[in-house]
């Protein structure tokens, strides 16, 4: 089982940068793929990167342009996603969650379609 907590949100101004972190507080990151989302309001949550356990990025629809890194440190047990050139569109709740399987919801390794065990998300606010 594992309990994620994002972290390092806040309000930036157009063109700076964050780096999110999303931490276990229980359980241990390092076998199982995290991925990060982002749930702007009154839109659909949006996929962003997804890390495997062998540090392998996955892309998924949205377009970061370049400008979204995701990364992990085993040893703090945390994955970040570092964000570059914010952009007022970026402001939205920044969500992490573990990959598990398809059919039997168990956390995997690599980054599949389904993610489990959200975090209760942190806030980007993107504003002069």
């Known amino acids: 089982q594992l309990h994620l907590v994002e972290s390092g949100g806040g309000l930036v101004q157009p063109g700076g940068s964050l780096r999110l972190s999303c931490a276990a507080s229980?359980?241990?990151?390092?076998?199982?793929?995290i991925a990060w989302f982002r749930q702007a309001p009154g839109k659909e949550r949006e996929e962003l990167l997804c890390?495997?356990?062998?540090?392998?990025?996955?892309n998924f629809r949205i377009p970061t342009e370049g400008r979204f890194t995701i990364s992990r440190d085993n040893a703090k047990n945390t994955v970040f996603l570092d964000i570059h050139n914010l952009k007022p569109e970026d402001t939205a709740i920044y969500s992490c969650?573990?990959?598990?399987?398809?059919?039997?919801?168990?956390?995997?390794?690599?980054?599949?379609?389904?993610?489990?065990?959200w975090g209760q998300g942190t806030q980007v606010t993107v504003s002069h």
């Open positions: 969650a573990v990959g598990v399987s398809l059919f039997t919801r168990r956390m995997i390794a690599d980054c599949e379609y389904e993610f489990d065990h």
């Open positions: 229980e359980g241990t990151l390092a076998s199982y793929a």
């Open positions: 890390i495997n356990t062998h540090d392998r990025a996955v």
